[in-house]
């Protein structure tokens, strides 16, 4: 079941979104900015598949928007909610908007067919994790915190695309050679020396790449 997270303000003259769409997903309601990061902190890559922001109430400005929209929250998918679309949200995030007129069955599905049509992590981009923004078009990794960046080279953000959408998962050197060396057959020192480089380039970032026993990786 996806995992939904909803910043909302409970107000009595509307319905709540979480209400709406408890049953079809799983929710965790926040009325706060500094309650969703703090969990957002503490949750590390336990993030959830979609977050909905209800602009109905007008509460949350525009810089709030992109300060979740530039966070690892919404390396996916970002929705938002009100009576007109929001302007001014960072291009970079996918913002989808619902407007008025909430009806349970039909806004689920809205959020379900939001989920669907999101480009995977594989296929975007820009992927974020921790502090950490591949620029996957530009070749180039950078900080959410600071903004500068690092070049990388194809291969070598290949490699870091590929184990930010597994992060968690341990990657063997076969998946690695098939993914980024199709056609090529490799020595493991060859990946092993592509891993090393790329180390090198995110020792400055709260990310970590570890050797699994047996060959292979996972991004931590």
Not at 34 to 58: E, F, H, T, W, Y
Not at 140 to 169: D, H, N, T, Y
């Amino acid at each position: 079941m996806s995992i939904l997270w909803i910043l909302e303000q409970a107000q009595q003259t509307v319905p709540r979104l979480a209400t709406i769409l408890m049953g079809d997903f799983a929710v965790r309601a926040f009325a706060s900015l500094d309650s969703l990061g703090k969990l957002a902190r503490l949750s590390g890559d336990r993030l959830p598949s979609a977050l909905i922001v209800d602009c109905r109430s007008n509460r949350w400005s525009i810089p709030q928007i992109n300060t979740i929209a530039r966070s690892n929250l919404v390396s996916t998918l970002l929705v938002t909610v009100g009576s007109k679309p929001v302007e001014g949200v960072d291009a970079e995030v996918t913002l989808r908007h619902y407007g008025p007129g909430f009806e349970s069955l039909s806004f689920s599905r809205f959020v379900a067919d939001s989920l669907q049509s999101a480009p995977s992590p594989t296929q975007s981009s820009v992927i974020r994790y921790r502090d950490l923004v591949l620029e996957f078009e530009k070749m180039r990794c950078s900080s959410a915190l600071s903004k500068e960046s690092v070049p990388l080279p194809q291969k070598e953000a290949q490699l870091l695309r590929l184990l930010l959408a597994r992060r968690g998962q341990a990657v063997s050197r076969a998946e690695i050679q098939m993914s980024i060396w199709p056609e090529i057959k490799l020595t493991p020192r060859t990946i092993d020396s592509h891993i090393s480089r790329l180390r090198g380039k995110l020792g400055q970032f709260e990310v970590t790449i570890v050797s699994v026993y047996g060959g292979g990786y996972v991004l931590k």
